[in-house]
């Protein structure tokens, strides 16, 4: 049966359009018709002007299994992705194992259609047990269904190992997703050195850190050829690194957390181990830098970073505390924070938060347009209301927004034409 | 009441007017320590329990000799040795403690911000006796009080900090409060140990011995850890005491009546030349010592003031 939705305000992210309208849902779960005029087909529900995007497609998103499961199982992360409009969630391979054989990235592939309710897309070790020594087996890996390779926030010390993974991914035509953070500069850090840092007593790694190792990286994709996508750019001294490979031509492409776009370090404030995330909160100046190189285009991919920690492994001292925050459910309306400063349009927003992670990992989402999947997000932008961390459907609850005030709302969530989430009006 | 903390966890969210309440206490307590009967009741009754995560003698002691004076029944944890080697938490061991009704915690942990986030679950007064790199605020007391003593006031005064300020809790407090008593501070020490941002902070930043030392009326030297050599802080002790260590020389850039301070343990010929530091005429090293055991016990007396007033309301409501 096809689903027919009017009085719309659609977002187009590939057009950069915002503007009213009514969607069709085929029976096929694909994207049926889609038109900004003319009358709506009779039958058509009235969603009273709410917003209508492709569904999210969240890149590095923390999953306990294999591992740990009391952190965030399939089913729970299915849960909270659908309840944040996430429909695609791109596994990292930092588990327990790490997923680094086509054994274990079967098994995930497994438990993930058995139990999660929105699309998975996993990422595979770059090296094996992520230790940086030796590269992983990428063909069999990319044909067991791996998107991209990571060893999450692992850097690759050894610039000989990462030089022939590289090229050897440059074959294959493997994406490789790295973390930028000079090894040595960062090593035991937890803040991002300034006056708030020194004052509070945390041990923490310049800025500059990020640079240096997007620089690396840089001149080994200039000397292998490889597509490369820097996970989370955060600071204002790595974008003209970033700005200067693309202008040369090179296949380079970045994204950042929504958190580094709506926090900045001051947060931590009395050592609120939640605020703890990898890279570090970065400073006032950084976070706005970060929000202009996503609107010009220069930062690609927003994503949430969603890392489950249990409550044991947040009530320490800040230095010992685990780092990472929950996300796929905050990823929204927080991202709705930017928008309503005027920094963002909704249209900038979804390009980064759907159109181009799903293009950048070749996966079918992100689109408004008929035959695309009908992965889409029906969310009310300017619903107000206040996060209770326990009210979330992860297993593990460490949001940096508990008791924060929100606006954005998701009112129903469909992936591949299903119902996943919430209801039509 | 103008004291109206609950715990004492660090300088920076003391008031001036509190700063000076804990050191217009202390004076009485140096007056009472200094007499035949040393013997208060301030504490009668009360349990306080040390809890040091990280080697101490003298904070330790000083805690330990301040709260027998003023009548506490005292205990002495050696946290590093006992739980957490057995994998305990630090809240699971603030838990147990807790279950024991002490009136005054007094805690030393290596991590900054541990003694806060012990703070948050416990029902009784915390005392911070160091936590990390972060505060110390027991000895920047002494230190102002040492200070006030030997120079009438703690205002308009140029206070020289010379060492390894980036890991220095102890400088960390004394400049919070410096600050809000309104001295100069200037810091003294190698580019490599010197805190990022530290410019940021209200104070003068050199490098030069000389030149941070002129004029200045206290002159206030840090220990320099061992292991920061380890680290490739600086590249030698020696090329270290050349450029930094203070004796009578180095001095003589300061003011003529200005005063030596070290919170001690001292590195003899590292930092600070052995002769000076036992020159009764200038260092006044020995008197900090004196003072730190006053000072705790006035902050002592009033969190467990608070203490007292904060159960009698809770009663009162009941």
């Given amino acids: 049966m096809t689903l027919h939705l009017t009085n719309l305000r659609l977002i187009d992210p590939e057009a950069g359009a915002d503007r009213p309208g009514h969607l069709s849902i085929g029976s096929d779960g694909r994207i049926a018709a889609v038109a900004r005029d003319g009358a709506p087909p009779p039958g058509a529900t009235d969603c009273g002007g709410l917003c209508l995007a492709p569904g999210l497609v969240d890149v590095g998103v923390k999953v306990g299994e294999p591992g740990e499961r009391h952190k965030e199982s399939f089913a729970s992360a299915g849960r909270a992705a659908a309840r944040g409009g996430v429909t695609t969630i791109v596994t990292r391979p930092d588990t327990l194992p790490a997923i680094d054989t086509p054994e274990v990235l079967e098994f995930v592939r497994r438990r993930a259609e058995e139990e999660c309710v929105v699309r998975i897309a996993p990422m595979a070790a770059l090296t094996k047990g992520r230790e940086g020594r030796e590269m992983t087996e990428l063909s069999f890996l990319l044909d067991a269904g791996a998107v991209a390779f990571s060893d999450g926030d692992r850097v690759v010390e050894d610039t000989r190992v990462l030089s022939r993974a590289m090229t050897y991914a440059k074959g294959l035509g493997a994406l490789v997703v790295a973390h930028c953070q000079e090894p040595g500069l960062s090593r035991g850090a937890v803040a991002t050195s300034g006056k708030f840092a020194s004052l509070k007593g945390l041990p923490a790694v310049s800025p500059m850190a990020e640079r240096m190792a997007l620089d690396r990286d840089i001149a080994l994709v200039e000397m292998t050829g490889v597509r490369y996508h820097a996970d989370q750019i955060t600071t204002a001294r790595a974008l003209p690194a970033l700005e200067r490979a693309r202008r040369n031509g090179h296949d380079v492409t970045a994204g950042t957390s929504i958190h580094h776009l709506t926090l900045n370090a001051l947060d931590i404030g009395d050592y609120r181990t939640f605020f703890k995330v990898k890279p570090p909160l970065r400073s006032e100046d950084d976070r706005v830098a970060a929000v202009q190189a996503v609107g010009a285009g220069l930062i690609d991919v927003i994503s949430s970073m969603h890392t489950p920690q249990d409550e044991e492994s947040k009530r320490l001292p800040f230095e010992a505390a685990a780092s990472g925050a929950v996300g796929l459910e905050t990823l929204l309306p927080a991202a709705m924070r930017l928008f309503h400063s005027g920094a963002l349009t909704l249209p900038q927003l979804w390009r980064a938060l759907s159109l181009n992670p799903a293009r950048r990992l070749g996966l079918p989402g992100g689109r408004l347009a008929v035959g695309a999947p009908a992965d889409l997000v029906l969310f009310d932008p300017d619903a107000p209301f206040v996060l209770d961390r326990a009210t979330l459907a992860s297993k593990s609850k460490n949001t940096p927004f508990d008791g924060a005030r929100m606006e954005g709302r998701v009112r129903a969530t469909w992936v591949g034409g299903a119902l996943v989430h919430g209801a039509v009006p | ?318």
């Fill in chain 2, 1 to 318: 009441m103008t004291f109206t903390q609950t715990h004492l966890l660090g300088i920076e969210p003391l008031h001036p007017v509190e700063i000076a309440a804990v050191l217009d206490l202390a004076e009485d307590y140096v007056a009472l320590n200094r007499a035949p009967e040393k013997h208060g009741q301030a504490l009668d009754g009360l349990t306080q329990i040390n809890m040091f995560f990280e080697a101490s003698t003298r904070t330790q002691a000083s805690f330990e000799l301040a709260g027998k004076r003023l009548g506490a029944d005292v205990m002495n944890m050696e946290a590093r040795t006992s739980s957490l080697k057995k994998g305990e938490t630090l809240i699971d061991t603030a838990m147990t403690l807790n279950a024991m009704h002490p009136d005054l915690l007094v805690v030393r942990h290596p991590q900054s911000g541990a003694v806060d986030l012990l703070a948050q679950k416990v029902t009784c007064a915390v005392l911070n006796a160091g936590d990390g790199r972060h505060e110390h605020p027991t000895q920047a007391l002494l230190d102002a009080l040492t200070i006030r003593r030997a120079k009438g006031r703690l205002h308009r005064l140029t206070v020289a900090i010379c060492g390894d300020i980036a890991h220095s809790r102890v400088a960390r407090s004394n400049i919070l409060l410096l600050g809000k008593m309104e001295s100069r501070v200037r810091l003294i020490g190698p580019p490599t140990l010197i805190p990022a941002g530290a410019a940021e902070w209200g104070v003068e930043v050199t490098d030069d011995m000389e030149e941070g030392l002129k004029g200045a009326d206290v002159v206030m030297m840090l220990r320099l850890q061992k292991e920061r050599m380890d680290g490739g802080f600086i590249p030698s002790e020696r090329e270290y005491y050349w450029r930094f260590g203070l004796d009578a020389e180095t001095l003589a850039h300061a003011a003529p009546d200005a005063i030596v301070m070290h919170p001690g343990p001292m590195n003899r010929g590292v930092e600070i030349d052995g002769l000076l530091a036992d020159d009764i005429n200038r260092s006044v090293i020995q008197e900090q010592v004196e003072m730190g055991v006053a000072v705790r016990m006035a902050a002592m007396d009033l969190l467990a003031r608070n203490l007292r007033a904060g159960r009698a309301e809770e009663r009162a409501h009941a």
